[in-house]
């Protein structure tokens, strides 16, 4: 059964400092890999979607990597501001038919001023 | 495009009561999601559906029920409202094209809803 792990929970920065969010899962067998960000009371943004056959993806200061064989990706931020501050998530869909994203718990951040 | 839109944005139930909230996509998109997002513990997949007139059970489907009668549109209804359903609920949509590594899902903005 595939599993979707974010660490840490929660993270505190000052801002300007650059910063990755870490992402596991237990089956290397995905299609793609999709990280959101989601603002209090709101719904979930995509960020970025990496296909299986890439090793990153890039949109602005934001820096998505996957390596399918170690069950990671990471999701970088350049020089973090107070507006990145939210919980962001990421979600795998996996090759086996299953029709559906599984999703981790998610990493809220807090970017101080 | 309006995306992903859920109708509506906030509801207070009392116990028992019955309700439906509509999910409605415009950008043709075969699978429809139905989640419910608590704090601690995630998204958790409540229903979803493949195509039009066609849906199945995610991880906690118990006490709602869905509908897909139009490709646009998936409807989540609950028959008799229970305090354990306050929660956050929303709604997704993508398409796996042939090649399914292109399948990004988009939400909408939620519906919070309260039962007492």
């Known amino acids: 059964k595939q599993e979707v792990t974010q660490i840490p929970a929660a993270l505190s920065v000052p801002e300007g400092e650059n910063l990755v969010l870490n992402c596991s899962f237990t089956d290397s067998a995905i299609y793609n890999l999709q990280w959101f960000r989601q603002d209090p009371g709101k719904g979930l943004t995509s960020l970025l979607l990496i296909q299986s056959s890439q090793r990153e993806q890039t949109s602005g200061r934001l820096n998505a990597s996957l390596d399918k064989s170690s069950g990671r990706s990471t999701l970088y931020i350049a020089a973090s501001q107070p507006g990145d501050s939210a919980t962001y998530l990421c979600?795998?869909?996996?090759?086996?038919?299953?029709?559906?994203?599984?999703f981790g718990t998610g990493t809220r951040l807090k970017v101080l001023a | 495009n309006a995306g992903v839109t859920q109708t509506p944005k906030f509801r207070v139930l009392k116990t028992g009561q019955s309700m439906t909230l509509l999910c409605a996509q415009d950008?043709?998109?075969?699978?429809m999601y139905w989640y419910r997002q608590d704090p601690g513990m995630g998204l958790r997949l409540i229903h979803y559906s493949v195509g039009e007139g066609t849906t199945a059970k995610g991880e906690v489907p118990d006490g709602y029920n869905v509908s897909r009668l139009k490709k646009q549109n998936f409807l989540l209804g609950l028959e008799s409202a229970a305090p354990s359903q306050t929660s956050v609920y929303f709604c997704?949509?993508?398409?796996?094209?042939?090649?399914?590594?292109?399948?990004?899902?988009?939400f909408g903005p939620g519906t919070r809803l309260t039962v007492l």
């Open positions: 997704a949509s993508n398409t796996p094209t042939g090649k399914v590594s292109y399948n990004e899902q988009f």
């Open positions: 979600a795998v869909w996996i090759t086996s038919g299953t029709y559906k994203y599984i």
């Open positions: 950008m043709n998109h075969e699978y």
